[in-house]
């Protein structure tokens, strides 16, 4: 899990939710209950980063901790962050 604003990483969720509080002091909301999971669609099929899973066709994406968005890009993620939750 990395920062979107100085890059570093995390090892959860909750740790970076608290590291944005503390150091930046930007507050994320929690996704909502009942839609914590993506679900594989035609075009993903999503691994959890415990699988470790090193793959030519595995694309790694950053996820959004507030909604389901998800982006190839932190550039892209950050700016989500920024236009949508703060």
Do not use: W
């Not at 990395?2 to 507050?27: D, G, P, R, T, W």
Request: charged share 20%; glycine share 2%; hydrophobic share 30%.
């Amino acid at each position: 899990h990395m920062c979107h604003k100085c890059q570093k990483i995390l090892s959860e969720s909750s740790k970076l939710k608290a590291h944005y509080l503390k150091v930046h002091n930007i507050f994320l909301p929690s996704r909502p209950e009942g839609r914590r999971v993506r679900l594989d669609t035609d075009k993903y099929t999503y691994i959890s980063q415990q699988n470790d899973a090193h793959h030519p066709s595995i694309e790694p994406h950053y996820a959004c901790l507030s909604c389901l968005a998800h982006y190839p890009a932190m550039t892209d993620l950050s700016a989500h962050i920024e236009d949508t939750h703060l």
